[in-house]
T-cell receptor, first 116, second 114 residues
Framework: NAGVMQNPRHLVRRRGQEARLRCSPM?????VYWYRQLPEEGLKFMVY????????ESGMPKERFSAEFPKEGPSILRIQQVVRGDSAAYFC??????????????FGEGSWLTVV | AQTVTQSQPEMSVQEAETVTLSCTYD???????LFWYKQPPSRQMILVIR??????QNATENRFSVNFQKAAKSFSLKISDSQLGDTAMYFC???????????FGTGTSLTVIP
């Protein structure tokens, strides 16, 4: 029973390039979340998606960042024109439900982006 | 505002001893869920324990237990019989019934000393 799968685990990009991070949720989970962890900090919410819908993107930077969760395939977090400050661990999580049921979310192993 | 505060950046404990990690939070909501996550050197986020705010009974999971004080908005984690494998960053977090996101503290780095 596979957990949340993220790839790549490690990604190095030069300033100005694009980074694409992929996340496949756990089987049966239709809710995906992206969190960012900067060095020495806790996780910060970025975006919450359901299939083909962005539900809450209040934590996403207004420029250069976008996310999608298509009907088929993994969720993608895309960072255009990366800068050094984008270097961080990006965690994807999934859950079957949120809110009232208070379901736990399950995290992937993270993708480490290094911008050089 | 929804916030989580972990006031102990680093802690250490002797193997087999007991340690308590502190966490306070702030929310105006009445219904929410609290969590402790562990992040070992592998950096994976692992759920340790979960507590529903409407439950008065403190959650327990093997050697891990919590002291949940709703009025004080306090949610501490007690680790009994500490093991070397408990060495990790520990993050306190919560989500409200009506919210979409988890709020995380900045973490406590725990080292278990042999």
């Amino acid at each position: 029973n596979a957990g949340v799968m993220q790839n790549p685990r490690h990604l190095v990009r030069r300033r100005g390039q694009e980074a694409r991070l992929r996340c496949s949720p756990m089987k049966g989970h239709s809710h995906v979340y992206w969190y960012r962890q900067l060095p020495e900090e806790g996780l910060k919410f970025m975006v919450y998606l359901q299939k083909e819908n962005i539900i809450d993107e209040s934590g996403m930077p207004k420029e250069r960042f976008s996310a999608e969760f298509p009907k088929e395939g993994p969720s993608i977090l895309r960072i255009q024109q990366v800068v050094r400050g984008d270097s961080a661990a990006y965690f994807c999580a999934s859950s079957p439900l949120v809110g009232l049921s208070g379901n736990t979310i399950y995290f992937g192993e993270g993708s480490w982006l290094t911008v050089v | 505002a929804q916030t989580v505060t972990q006031s102990q950046p680093e802690m250490s404990v002797q193997e087999a001893e007991t340690v308590t990690l502190s966490c306070t939070y702030d929310t105006s909501e009445n219904n929410y869920y609290l969590f402790w996550y562990k992040q070992p050197p592998s950096r994976q986020m692992i759920l340790v324990i979960r507590q529903e705010a409407y439950k008065q009974q403190n959650a327990t999971e093997n050697r891990f237990s919590v002291n949940f004080q709703k009025a004080a908005k306090s949610f501490s984690l007690k680790i009994s019989d500490s093991q070397l494998g408990d060495t990790a960053m520990y993050f306190c977090a919560f989500i409200t019934n009506t919210g979409n996101q988890f709020y995380f503290g900045t973490g406590t780095s725990l080292t278990v000393i042999p």
